[in-house]
């Protein structure tokens, strides 16, 4: 254990060296209200062609294993990171978050730095500010009474009853999701929107505005039926396609080096659709990608699924959930099914979550299967029994992979790889009181693992002479089910090979409060589930408080941690991390929010190790109308990290000390010109980092138009970024981009971009040199 925190400070210590080169900010999110999409935005301020790829690994509060998602890669002109949690849609109880960095050389960088998994960011969810019952808004065209309108209709809702309580400014009318507000006519007590030409099918409308006091009311949602005859409304078919591509090109001039050229493209294609007829209802999914190859890890995605009231069958890609330690955040290709009557639901799922790879040190092809039984009421008590099994074929890649001597007789050089057979058995129960405000759970599993199955099973003979263990059955004659040999993981079943969790929710009276216990032991593995932490146990309690009308809302979190469950090893490390967050909306024109976060880890060893972080963070935000050219929202925002630490080596009696200060502030504002088709964002931001031996520091500054013409049809764009640094880097870059996106029809939308960026390095070792990029991006997609 004490060279393993040694490790930790070293990895630590070179991810500040790595840091040096590349560079990330991220303005963390305190608050999203339930029901919405977490999307989240990781900048790069220097480095950018040092990466390959960043992932998100993310959780709702409280669950045990992460969820991975790769984030959308932007451009040398638009260095960023972005992606969209779907998930968070049916959160409740927050979530959590942090970033793994690949670079180019195949090594992590993390953000937050240490311990991630431990001291994520976290988001809270709150409740909107809505009042959607007695709004004021009443519907008087179309009559909902009738069906199977013309394709040309009125909608006209009047708001008599809050007419000298509202916002007239504020009063936006969502037709099928889109904003028709420009194209309505909106007088003292009504608001009129001509529809012309709809489409055949389902239509969904509602109104939101702001009172003068301001609290926010909305409709409630209303719908109506186009008449259609056509095939695709027999099977009620909506589905999309997009095309994606991207191509740069870089110019590097350093002094005494010749021009180099460097290209990089990609392109992708993405299909789907879903639809129903009488009791069936059916989707599909196509994804294809220029990067796919032989040499790695699928990219393409297939998926065709059917739904029926007590059967669903899936075949092609697909991410099944069978418990947090069965099978849960693996994309497995196969075939899923799942039975659900009312008391009775069985699941099963047969595929591949690895494919054979014969590049590097080779992948072999690991087939998955997983059954899920459960008995019981949804609505009040389930019980529930899973098996899964994860198998290596060890004939799917050559045998030089595992003999690299190319001599199965001669075992002078170490396999390359090995193939591995894993198989996991669990329960779990949830019980639900109070209509589900109130849920209590658990779950356990209980693990095997062999690391190495290339000779097969062996005899009870051989078994009882390699570890004395003495079985009353032959292994060989099971080898299907699991192959038994001398690199088994346990050799016996105990407490090490065990992982369970016990929870605990309620939500009464605004408060949401989740306690959460989970402990997995050092030789549990399950392959089909991803990122599970061995040998750890967590104490994790969340409490979410909604105040006077969901204005104020606030999130308290306390999170225990500690290793060596079992007293196996002579060094235990604990951690503790808590954390506050306040967030207060004045109306809907101001905010203010603040957090903090403090971790705590430390060992218990006379060696001593121990690493502190604090995070303080301060935001607000004010939307001014009261320019009248241009109403404009202001928001600022201020993070300060603050890192310590001390080590004592085995190596030396000298005790190493290390420490780390960053200040990062933005300040932006958001204009909307009232007389001209435009918008405009204006950004600064500033960062200052002391680190080991290294300071570094730089100012940025954004600027961005958005045009808006033919009712928002043509949304052509520009921005330029100017960027310099300080301290231990030299380095100044300024980018520009021009792009538009054109909603051609309805349903038909074409984006591109073309951009440049400028800059010179004056770090390289003869001198300076200068660098020149360019970018275009394309997308076109259709809805149908």
């Known amino acids: 254990m004490k060279k393993k925190l040694i490790i930790s400070l070293l990895i630590f210590i070179s991810s500040f060296l790595l840091a040096a080169e590349i560079i990330t900010e991220h303005n963390p999110i305190i608050i999203i209200d339930t029901g919405t999409t977490l999307n989240l935005q990781l900048d790069v301020i220097n480095g950018f062609s040092e990466i390959n790829k960043v992932y998100v690994l993310y959780r709702q509060q409280g669950e045990i294993t992460y969820n991975e998602l790769e984030m959308e890669k932007g451009s040398e002109s638009e260095t960023q990171f972005t992606a969209k949690l779907d998930d968070t849609v049916n959160y409740q109880s927050g979530v959590e978050y942090f970033f793994h960095i690949l670079d180019i050389n195949n090594l992590y960088l993390s953000l937050p730095e240490f311990q991630p998994e431990n001291n994520p960011f976290r988001v809270a969810i709150s409740q909107p500010v809505k009042e959607i019952e007695g709004s004021g808004f009443v519907l008087l065209s179309p009559d909902p009474e009738y069906s199977d309108f013309a394709n040309d209709f009125m909608i006209a809702i009047s708001f008599f009853a809050i007419k000298d309580k509202i916002d007239p400014t504020t009063i936006q009318l969502l037709l099928d999701g889109k904003d028709v507000t420009a194209k309505s006519r909106i007088y003292s007590n009504m608001i009129i929107y001509n529809v012309v030409k709809a489409h055949g099918g389902m239509h969904m409308y509602k109104v939101t505005a702001g009172l003068k006091d301001g609290t926010e ?87 065709l699924s059917f739904f029926t009231k007590y059967f669903d069958f899936i075949a092609g890609d697909y991410t099944p959930n069978y418990g947090t330690f069965m099978m849960s955040g693996k994309n497995i290709m196969g075939v899923h099914s799942n039975l659900h009557l009312a008391n009775f639901r069985l699941k099963t799922t047969y595929g591949v979550s690895k494919r054979a790879v014969e590049f590097g040190n080779g992948t072999y092809t690991r087939n998955s299967l997983g059954i899920r039984t459960e008995v019981g009421n949804e609505d009040n008590f389930v019980w529930g029994f899973a098996v899964a099994k994860n198998k290596d074929d060890k004939n799917s890649i050559s045998d030089i992979y595992y003999h690299p001597d190319n001599d199965p007789d001669i075992d002078d050089e170490p396999p390359l790889v090995t193939p591995d057979d894993n198989i996991i058995i669990g329960t779990d129960f949830t019980w639900s009181l109070f209509r589900k405000r109130l849920l209590l759970g658990a779950e356990a599993a209980l693990s095997y693992l062999n690391t190495n199955i290339y000779d097969g099973a062996l005899s009870a003979e051989e078994l009882k002479d390699s570890l004395d263990v003495n079985l009353p059955f032959n292994p060989q004659d099971f080898e299907a089910i699991f192959v038994l040999n001398e690199n088994i993981e346990p050799i016996q079943p105990g407490f090490s090979s065990l992982a369970y969790k016990t929870y605990l929710r309620t939500f009464f009276y605004n408060n949401f409060l989740n306690i959460n216990y989970s402990a997995v032991g050092t030789s549990f593995n399950s392959y089909s589930s991803n990122y599970l932490q061995k040998d750890n146990a967590i104490l994790s309690v969340n409490d979410n408080v909604n105040l006077f009308n969901n204005k104020l809302f606030l999130s308290l979190n306390l999170n225990l941690t500690s290793d060596n469950l079992y007293d196996e090893k002579d060094v235990t490390t604990k951690s503790t991390n808590y954390s506050t967050q306040a967030f207060y909306r004045f109306g809907s024109q101001a905010y203010v929010k603040i957090g903090y976060m403090n971790n705590d880890t430390a060992n218990d060893d006379s060696l001593l190790f121990e690493y502190t972080t604090q995070n303080i963070n301060f935001g607000c935000g004010y939307f001014v109308k009261n320019i009248a050219f241009a109403p404009t929202r202001f928001s600022f925002v201020y993070n300060n990290y603050n890192s310590t630490g001390k080590n004592e080596p085995v190596y030396s009696d000298s005790l190493i000390e290390f420490e780390s200060k960053k200040d990062n502030i933005n300040f932006s504002m958001n204009s909307e010109f009232v007389d001209l088709p435009l918008e405009t964002t204006i950004s600064y931001t500033s960062s200052v980092e002391d680190g080991l031996n290294s300071s570094t520091n730089y100012q940025s500054i954004f600027l961005k138009g958005l045009f808006s013409f033919y009712n928002k049809k043509l949304l052509p764009y520009a921005n330029l970024q100017y960027t310099m640094f300080g301290g231990d880097i030299d380095k100044n870059s300024f980018s520009f981009n021009v792009g538009t996106n054109y909603y051609l029809k309805t349903n038909t939308f074409l984006s591109t971009n073309i951009g440049t960026k400028v800059y010179t390095d004056n770090d390289v070792s003869n001198g300076s040199a200068d660098y020149s990029l360019f970018t275009w991006r394309l997308k076109i997609s259709q809805n149908f």
């Open 217 to 303: 009311v909305e409709s409630e949602t209303w719908k109506v039926s186009i008449a259609d005859y056509s095939l695709k409304k027999k099977l009620n078919l909506t589905g999309k396609a997009s095309f994606n591509s991207y191509y740069s090109t870089q110019q590097y001039d350093a002094a005494d080096t010749l021009d180099l050229d460097n290209k990089d493209k990609w392109a992708n294609f993405l299909l789907q659709f879903k639809g129903e007829y009488k009791w069936l209802r059916f989707s599909s999914k196509i994804f294809l990608s220029s990067l796919e190859s032989k040499h790695s890890q699928a990219v393409n995605r297939y998926n």
